[in-house]
C-alpha cells in the first residue's frame, strides 16, 4: 500500500518554509496587477503569464537561479494585505494537509530595501496567524531570517530593529535564522550576529549544508552555537562520520527539504535523499517544503514523494513525526499536545 492516506491524516509540523515561496504564481500576477508592479517580462519570457512561470520552476539549475525568481516573485508584496493574504493562504493550504504547528521564515530585508516597513509585515502576519489559530486551530511561530548576500552591517541592524521594536520581547519573533546565498558566505562571516542572538537569550539557526560543503555545518553547529540547521542535507551526503554524530548526538533538528534539494540540484533524484542514513544515524530530523510554491509541491507531496522512494513503514514516520515535535520551539505544553 502507498501510506498516501496515513500520511495525508498524519498530524504534522513544519520548520522549514518561506512565506515568500509559498507565493503561487497566480497570487503573484494578481497582486502585480493590483499594486502596478511591472515584472521584468522583456527580458525574461517566463514572466509572460503563471503558466509559463510555473514551467520555467521546473527548471531552476541551482540556488542563485532559484533566488532571482524569488526575490522577484516577492516585489508585488506591497502592503499589508498583500502580506496576510500570503500567509494565509499557507496556514490555509498547511492545515488542509493536517499541519498542526508551522515555525515560518520570512525576510524582512528583502522588503525593507523596497520601502516596505517591518511593523507592516508583522501587523499582517500576527493578523493571519491569528486568524488561522481561530479557523483551523494551527499554532505558528514567525523566525526572521537574514540574507546573507547582504552586508553583517544590515543584518546587525534589521536584527537591533527588530529587538528594539519589541517583537522578541513581546513573542511576535520565536528565533533568528540567515538563509539567501550560501557557498560565498561561510557561517564564520556571521559570528556577531549570532553572538548578538545568544546574548540576547533567543533560539539560533541558519541555512548551512544546501550547497555549501559539510564544514559549513561544523561551523555553524561550533562557531555560531545555532541549535538547529536549516537543510544541512550534505553533512549527510559528504559528511564525515565525527559530523554525523555530532548532530545525533546533541539532537540538533535538521530541516531538509527532498522537494527543493531535487529542484535546486543538490540532489539527482529523491533516490539520493539521505533518509536511510539519517534514521540509521539517530538524527533529528524534520521533512518540509522551504519554497512549495516553487519546488512542487507543500509538506504532504514531500513525505509522499520520500515514501514512493524509500517504502517507510508507519513505525518510521511515526520516529520522524516524533523527532519533529521534539525539535520544535514551541511551548513543552503545546508539544505535548502534538505528540
Ligand atoms: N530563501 C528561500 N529559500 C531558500 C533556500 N532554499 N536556501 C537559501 N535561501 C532561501
Ligand atoms: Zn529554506
Not at 509572460?48 to 516577492?74: C, H, P, T, V, W
Not at 540567515?178 to 549570532?194: N, Q
Not at 542535507?233 to 533538528?253: F, I, Q, W
Not at 533518509?275 to 522551504?290: E, K, T
Amino acid at each position: 500500500t502507498s501510506l498516501h492516506t496515513f500520511l495525508a491524516a498524519l498530524p504534522k509540523v513544519e520548520h522549514h518554509m518561506h512565506l515568500e515561496g509559498s507565493l503561487e504564481p497566480e497570487l503573484l500576477f494578481k497582486l502585480a496587477a493590483k499594486n502596478g508592479i511591472t515584472l521584468p517580462v522583456s527580458t525574461d519570457p517566463a514572466f509572460a503569464s503563471a503558466e509559463s512561470l510555473r514551467k520555467r520552476y521546473e527548471n531552476f539549475q541551482n540556488l542563485d537561479d532559484f533566488l532571482s525568481y524569488y526575490y522577484i516573485g516577492m516585489s508585488v508584496l506591497i502592503d499589508e494585505t498583500d502580506f496576510e493574504a500570503l500567509a494565509y493562504a499557507y496556514f490555509t493550504k498547511a492545515s488542509s494537509q493536517n499541519v498542526r504547528h508551522a515555525e515560518v521564515f520570512f525576510d524582512p530585508q528583502a522588503h525593507s530595501r523596497r520601502g516596505v516597513e517591518l511593523s507592516t509585515i508583522i501587523k499582517a502576519f500576527r493578523r493571519a496567524q491569528e486568524k488561522a489559530a481561530h479557523d483551523f486551530g494551527i499554532t505558528t511561530q514567525l523566525i526572521m531570517c537574514l540574507l546573507r548576500h547582504l552586508p553583517l552591517s544590515e543584518a546587525m541592524e534589521t536584527f537591533s530593529q527588530a529587538r528594539n521594536e519589541g517583537y522578541y520581547d513581546d513573542g511576535t519573533l520565536a528565533a533568528v535564522g540567515m538563509d539567501s546565498s550560501e557557498s560565498p558566505f561561510p557561517p564564520f562571516m556571521w559570528k556577531e550576529l549570532y553572538d548578538a542572538a545568544k546574548e540576547f537569550g533567543i533560539r539560533r539557526t541558519i541555512h548551512a549544508g544546501e550547497e555549501g560543503p559539510p564544514l559549513y555545518v561544523a561551523q555553524a553547529l561550533e562557531l555560531l552555537g545555532v541549535e538547529r540547521i536549516d537543510h544541512g542535507v550534505r553533512a549527510l551526503t559528504e559528511g564525515d562520520d565525527a559530523l554525523v554524530a555530532r548532530l545525533a548526538s546533541s539532537k540538533t533538528l535538521l530541516t531538509l527539504c527532498p522537494l527543493s534539494n531535487v529542484r535546486l540540484n543538490c540532489i539527482n533524484s529523491i533516490s539520493s535523499f539521505p533518509l536511510r542514513r539519517l534514521m540509521d544515524a539517530g538524527i533529528r530530523f524534520s521533512i518540509n517544503s522551504d519554497d512549495p510554491a516553487y519546488f512542487g509541491g507543500y509538506i504532504l507531496e514531500n513525505y509522499c514523494a520520500l515514501q514512493d522512494e524509500f517504502n517507510l513503514d508507519i513505525g518510521d514516520w511515526e520516529t520522524i513525526t516524533r523527532g519533529a515535535v521534539l525539535g520544535s520551539w514551541c511551548s513543552e505544553e503545546r508539544k505535548a499536545q502534538l505528540l
